[in-house]
């Protein structure tokens, strides 16, 4: 399994839930830190994106297995 | 980075429309936006304690229907809820948030809730039916933020 700290499941939820979901998530982690997050809209692909030009946090890899879409984001 | 800001004007009070204020107060605010909604109009039964937002397919032809319904049938006691109900199903079956759920993050996200005073007036709403927190001014408080907002939209 990959390097993370903290891991949040998105699954099911639609736009804009897993975003926020992720920003209260990373809100609690430390500089640095990585999260994991598990989505199933297929929107969050180009969200995820456009969350982390705008905030700053850095996202690491984003990719798709069996119509989940896993991000790894780590904390600015 | 300096913050940027969002100014947004509710005017609608149906369940269809009361998503994208909310969607996108919860959203900038994620995104580092200081945010404020104003609320005039029907916009303001957005603000209720007690939502109760409906949708009708009347006067909106683009609505999607799982079957063609004439007009006139439409018009009959009980389809509007009925439609209310069978969105509220489908929006909840695709994961999307509540309206309540959506507030409720604007509200945790600091989202600034202005209550226009005038349609207050003439409405005569209770100020007790709305939630808490919300403050109350006319057009001169929406354009102390609005203008120095980065982006502001009617909706």
């Known amino acids: 399994m990959a390097d993370f700290d903290r891991e949040l499941d998105a699954s099911g939820l639609n736009c804009p839930l897993p975003i926020l979901r992720a920003k209260k998530t ?13 989505a199933t809209d297929p929107g969050s692909v180009k969200d995820f994106e456009a969350f982390a030009k705008q905030t700053g946090n850095e996202l690491m890899s984003s990719g798709e297995e069996g119509g989940k879409f896993s991000f790894m984001m780590k904390k600015s | 980075m300096t913050e940027k800001k969002l100014a947004i004007i509710a005017t609608k009070g149906t369940l269809d429309w009361a998503y994208p204020p909310f969607i996108l107060a919860s959203t900038a605010s994620a995104l580092g936006y200081e945010t404020e909604i104003f609320f005039t109009f029907y916009g303001l039964q957005l603000l209720k304690k007690e939502l109760n937002l409906q ?25 509007q809820s009925m439609m209310t109900m069978m969105m509220k199903q489908k929006m909840k079956s695709k994961g999307v948030a509540s309206v309540e759920e959506l507030r409720e993050l604007c509200v945790e996200a600091e989202v600034r809730l202005v209550a226009c005073q005038m349609t207050v007036d003439l409405f005569e709403f209770d100020t007790k039916d709305f939630i808490d927190g919300i403050e109350y001014g006319g057009a001169a408080t929406f354009f102390e933020f609005a203008g ?8």
């Open chain 1, 26 to 38: 990373l809100a609690d982690m430390e500089s640095g830190q990585i999260l994991h997050i598990i």
């Open chain 2, 55 to 79: 949708v009708s397919s009347l006067g909106n032809p683009g609505m999607p229907m799982p079957m063609t319904v004439p007009v006139i049938l439409q018009a009959l006691p009980g389809m």
């Open chain 2, 148 to 155: 120095q907002s980065d982006i502001c939209m009617y909706i």
